[in-house]
């Protein structure tokens, strides 16, 4: 592939709800453009984009991917995402590195919970992006309802550039309200104007030119004046339109019957910036500058993509935002301020790599085999480093335990482990010191299914995806003694160690205490560590169902010894001894940690999320209005929430979402304790048996 200039160049993202046709519109677009022989289909898992075998398996796209094309001397980089909202780490990533988003609309069933969402993300910042309505050789297919309904939704700025010729069955092609040319047929041909649809065709127009006019002083007075503004000048201002967000066209066609392909290339070309036009922030030296997107100028690239591949090794995806990037160079990674020697450079379409020489300003590459580099670091040149601002990822909200299946899994999982948060980074891990469970956590159930297939496809480790187990802890409402005689006799010499000790409750938080109250040499000095070390063991495990035990103090004031048979492990096992029965006269119960949830939800759902809170033994703290949605506040048992993305999910049909951390540990009321207790003994005689 040839180099092109920033100017040639438009970096463009699908974005929209799951199923409305990105993969599928990618690969005509592809096909339409000559840079695919065949045209794949989504059904039949053959699509340029959807190619890994977790793609293929579910026919639903779970990364995203570079598929460039050129038009009309132009490269179209676009960047096909995943619609499912578990993978919103991929979209955000593929927005970072466009100028421009295409928002899809399946023409049948209008805005979905998914476009509200990608809507939303433009947003913030201003995203350059046009509306598709897909799918109008549908039954039902209604252009003009959609055109209201994004309307009413998300302001006038949503505005025809097309019209659809016919629906259904009898769609068979597009009208330009700005050249009022009609295209009809595949290959397009120019086409009249249906004698029908010119009064709507007028009136459309007229909105559109209208609102041309009305982004710029000069062209208004023009159009005020009655003069006739030229295509040009209707070009330029729609172009500004876009730019600025004023101005939203919304265009139409079918992906699956190839209509309204090339002119969404045309519009593409014409509407949306090039990385000429848009200047970025970068930091260096002196702080945040703007840097102008100049290929001879010093190098900023910043990489959004990481992938493994088992067979080439580390993939990593970048976008040159300034200057050019040389196969065979070093660069430098500002971020990890270390030097990385880049090998042969690639341009990526779906899985084909392209070798290239270099990868110029505006443009799209991957390289293998980096070092040190991640997803969100800038390459750069040691002699003039920036750092360009990194891709923001929400916080995980779900988690899963993963336990290796086999022996030689265990031994691989951890590095496996490594490499997956490198592929993904919406995903966290750590280890529940108290349950012993390492814990995977990031957007919803059928990532962490994903990441556990893709674990046994790509790294050969088995691991079995559970429902993390609670941290509980065990601690004491009230103070009691214990007292500890540890008397054996062994053949020569016998063992001899005596505890008494009094244990009682402390405030939330203060851990474990040890008090040594001991006078007149009941225990001898050299003895004490000892019997610490006996309490500090026992409290590993309390004695309701072996949760760990915190917040008690152990104050030991008596005991005796005997001068030839004490020793230490003998005032150890004394220790743990009077510490546990101490604890079971000191009203023992069970601590849950409780976490502070916050749900987003549509007001009109804020009464079924309060009751089921209520069913989940919350305590709402307040409900607070935020643009058309209620935030929900609430302090909720960890347990209670552990699947809560599913329950969201289907409790307001997808379109709730939360957030949650720790606060605090609370008491476990009797009922939930006791089967808490009776499910836990069931577990540890499971894992006895299994010992025996
Ligand atoms: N009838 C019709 N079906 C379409 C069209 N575009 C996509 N589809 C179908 O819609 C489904 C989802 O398409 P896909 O491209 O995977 O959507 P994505 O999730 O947005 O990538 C597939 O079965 C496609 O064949 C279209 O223009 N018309
Ligand atoms: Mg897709």
Same mark, same amino acid.
């Given at each position: 592939?040839?180099?092109?200039?920033?100017?040639?160049?438009?970096?463009?993202?699908?974005?929209?709800?799951?199923?409305?046709?990105?993969?599928?519109?990618?690969?005509?677009?592809?096909?339409?453009?000559?840079?695919?022989?065949?045209?794949?289909?989504?059904?039949?898992?053959?699509?340029?984009?959807?190619?890994?075998?977790?793609?293929?398996?579910?026919?639903?796209?779970?990364?995203?991917?570079?598929?460039?094309?050129?038009?009309?001397?132009?490269?179209?980089?676009?960047?096909?995402?995943?619609?499912?909202?578990?993978?919103?780490?991929?979209?955000?990533?593929?927005?970072?590195?466009?100028?421009?988003?295409?928002?899809?609309?399946?023409?049948?069933?209008?805005?979905?919970?998914?476009?509200?969402?990608?809507?939303?993300?433009?947003?913030?910042?201003?995203?350059?992006?046009?509306?598709?309505?897909?799918?109008?050789?549908?039954?039902?297919?209604?252009?003009?309802?959609?055109?209201?309904?994004?309307?009413?939704?998300?302001?006038?700025?949503?505005?025809?550039?097309?019209?659809?010729?016919?629906?259904?069955?009898?769609?068979?092609?597009?009208?330009?309200?700005?050249?009022?040319?009609?295209?009809?047929?595949?290959?397009?041909?120019?086409?009249?104007?249906?004698?029908?649809?010119?009064?709507?065709?007028?009136?459309?127009?007229?909105?559109?030119?209208?609102?041309?006019?009305?982004?710029?002083?000069?062209?208004? =007075?023009?159009?005020?004046?009655?003069?006739?503004?030229?295509?040009?000048?209707?070009?330029?201002?729609?172009?500004?339109?876009?730019?600025?967000?004023?101005?939203?066209?919304?265009?139409?066609?079918?992906?699956?019957?190839?209509?309204?392909?090339?002119?969404?290339?045309?519009?593409?070309?014409? #509407?949306?910036?090039?990385?000429?036009?848009?200047?970025?922030?970068?930091?260096?030296?002196?702080?945040?500058?703007?840097?102008?997107?100049? *290929?001879?100028?010093?190098? *900023?690239?910043?990489?959004?993509?990481?992938? *493994?591949?088992? #067979?080439?090794?580390?993939?990593?995806?970048?976008?040159?935002?300034?200057?050019?990037?040389?196969?065979?160079?070093?660069?430098?990674?500002?971020?990890?301020?270390?030097?990385?020697?880049?090998?042969?450079?690639?341009?990526?379409?779906?899985?084909?790599?392209?070798?290239?020489?270099?990868?110029?300003?505006?443009?799209?590459?991957?390289?293998?085999?980096?070092?040190?580099?991640?997803?969100?670091?800038?390459?750069?040149?040691?002699?003039?480093?920036?750092?360009?601002?990194?891709?923001?990822?929400?916080?995980?909200?779900?988690?899963?335990?993963?336990?290796?299946?086999?022996?030689?899994?265990?031994?691989?999982?951890?590095?496996?482990?490594?490499?997956?948060?490198?592929?993904?980074?919406?995903?966290?891990?750590?280890?529940?010191?108290?349950?012993?469970?390492?814990?995977?956590?990031?957007?919803?159930?059928?990532?962490?299914?994903?990441?556990? =297939?893709?674990?046994?496809?790509?790294?050969?480790?088995?691991?079995?995806?559970?429902?993390?187990?609670?941290?509980?802890?065990?601690?004491?409402? *009230?103070?009691?003694?214990?007292?500890?005689?540890?008397?054996?006799?062994?053949?020569?010499?016998?063992?001899?160690?005596?505890?008494?000790?009094?244990?009682?409750?402390?405030?939330?938080?203060?851990?474990?205490?040890?008090?040594?109250?001991?006078?007149?040499?009941?225990?001898?000095?050299?003895?004490?560590?000892?019997?610490?070390?006996?309490?500090?063991?026992?409290?590993?495990?309390?004695?309701?169902?072996?949760?760990?035990?915190?917040?008690? !103090?152990?104050?030991?004031?008596?005991?005796?010894?005997?001068?030839?048979?004490?020793?230490?492990?003998?005032?150890?096992?004394?220790?743990?001894?009077?510490?546990?029965?101490?604890?079971?006269?000191?009203?023992?119960?069970?601590?849950?940690?409780?976490?502070?949830?916050?749900?987003?939800?549509? =007001?009109?759902?804020?009464?079924?999320?309060?009751?089921?809170?209520?069913?989940?033994?919350?305590?709402?703290?307040?409900?607070?209005? !935020?643009?058309?949605?209620?935030?929900?506040?609430?302090?909720?048992?960890?347990?209670?929430?552990?699947?809560?993305?599913?329950?969201?999910?289907?409790?307001?049909?997808?379109?709730?979402?939360?957030? #949650?951390?720790?606060?605090?540990?609370?008491?476990?009321?009797?009922?939930?304790?006791?089967?808490?207790?009776?499910?836990?003994?069931?577990?540890?005689?499971?894992?006895?048996?299994?010992?025996?």
């Amino acid at each position: 592939m040839e180099q092109f200039t920033p100017d040639k160049i438009r970096n463009v993202v699908l974005l929209s709800h799951s199923g409305a046709g990105k993969t599928s519109l990618s690969e005509i677009l592809l096909f339409s453009a000559g840079a695919i022989p065949r045209l794949g289909k989504v059904d039949e898992g053959n699509t340029t984009s959807d190619y890994d075998p977790d793609e293929v398996k579910r026919r639903i796209s779970i990364n995203l991917s570079v598929l460039p094309f050129t038009w009309k001397g132009n490269k179209i980089n676009m960047l096909d995402t995943p619609g499912y909202s578990d993978f919103v780490g991929e979209v955000k990533s593929a927005m970072r590195v466009c100028e421009g988003a295409i928002i899809l609309i399946d023409a049948t069933s209008g805005i979905e919970v998914g476009t509200e969402e990608v809507w939303s993300y433009c947003k913030e910042p201003q995203m350059p992006r046009f509306i598709f309505v897909n799918k109008m050789d549908r039954e039902n297919a209604d252009f003009s309802r959609v055109t209201e309904s994004l309307q009413s939704k998300f302001g006038q700025q949503c505005i025809p550039l097309q019209l659809p010729i016919g629906a259904h069955n009898d769609f068979t092609g597009i009208i330009d309200l700005l050249t009022l040319k009609a295209y009809s047929g595949n290959p397009p041909k120019e086409t009249e104007v249906p004698a029908q649809l010119k009064p709507q065709v007028d009136s459309a127009r007229l909105k559109l030119v209208e609102a041309i006019a009305g982004i710029d002083e000069k062209l208004i =007075e023009k159009y005020l004046g009655d003069e006739p503004l030229t295509q040009e000048e209707l070009d330029a201002g729609l172009k500004t339109g876009v730019k600025t967000g004023k101005i939203v066209p919304i265009l139409t066609g079918s992906a699956l019957k190839s209509i309204g392909i090339q002119a969404l290339s045309d519009a593409i070309v014409t #509407y949306l910036p090039s990385p000429k036009e848009c200047l970025v922030e970068a930091i260096d030296k002196q702080g945040t500058q703007k840097i102008t997107p100049s *290929a001879n100028g010093p190098l *900023a690239a910043l990489v959004f993509k990481t992938s *493994a591949d088992p #067979y080439v090794g580390k993939l990593t995806y970048f976008r040159v935002f300034q200057g050019t990037i040389s196969s065979n160079s070093q660069v430098w990674n500002s971020g990890k301020s270390e030097q990385e020697r880049i090998g042969q450079l690639y341009l990526a379409r779906g899985k084909n790599q392209e070798p290239v020489q270099s990868i110029s300003t505006g443009d799209i590459g991957v390289v293998t085999k980096l070092n040190f580099t991640g997803t969100g670091d800038t390459l750069t040149i040691k002699e003039k480093p920036v750092k360009l601002p990194p891709i923001i990822f929400p916080t995980p909200i779900y988690a899963g335990a993963v336990t290796p299946k086999t022996k030689a899994d265990l031994d691989k999982l951890s590095s496996s482990i490594a490499r997956t948060l490198e592929e993904d980074p919406t995903l966290r891990v750590r280890r529940e010191a108290d349950t012993y469970e390492t814990i995977l956590s990031g957007m919803g159930e059928t990532q962490l299914e994903v990441v556990v =297939e893709r674990m046994q496809r790509k790294f050969g480790v088995g691991v079995k995806l559970d429902v993390p187990k609670v941290p509980y802890k065990e601690t004491v409402t *009230a103070s009691a003694d214990g007292d500890f005689r540890h008397k054996k006799q062994t053949g020569g010499h016998g063992q001899f160690g005596h505890v008494t000790l009094e244990v009682s409750p402390l405030p939330r938080g203060s851990g474990i205490e040890f008090v040594d109250a001991v006078v007149g040499g009941a225990i001898p000095r050299n003895y004490i560590p000892a019997v610490e070390k006996g309490v500090n063991e026992a409290v590993q495990s309390g004695i309701l169902a072996g949760f760990p035990v915190v917040d008690i !103090q152990a104050k030991v004031y008596d005991g005796s010894f005997h001068p030839v048979d004490s020793s230490d492990i003998c005032f150890k096992i004394a220790g743990a001894g009077a510490v546990k029965k101490a604890m079971a006269d000191a009203r023992p119960i069970l601590l849950e940690p409780i976490v502070k949830l916050k749900v987003t939800v549509p =007001e009109s759902y804020t009464g079924d999320i309060m009751s089921d809170l209520n069913n989940k033994r919350g305590r709402v703290g307040g409900i607070t209005p !935020q643009d058309g949605s209620n935030v929900i506040e609430a302090e909720v048992p960890q347990a209670e929430i552990l699947r809560y993305a599913i329950d969201l999910k289907s409790l307001t049909q997808g379109r709730g979402r939360y957030t #949650y951390e720790f606060s605090h540990y609370e008491e476990v009321p009797t009922f939930v304790a006791q089967k808490i207790i009776s499910e836990r003994e069931k577990e540890r005689e499971a894992a006895r048996a299994e010992k025996e």
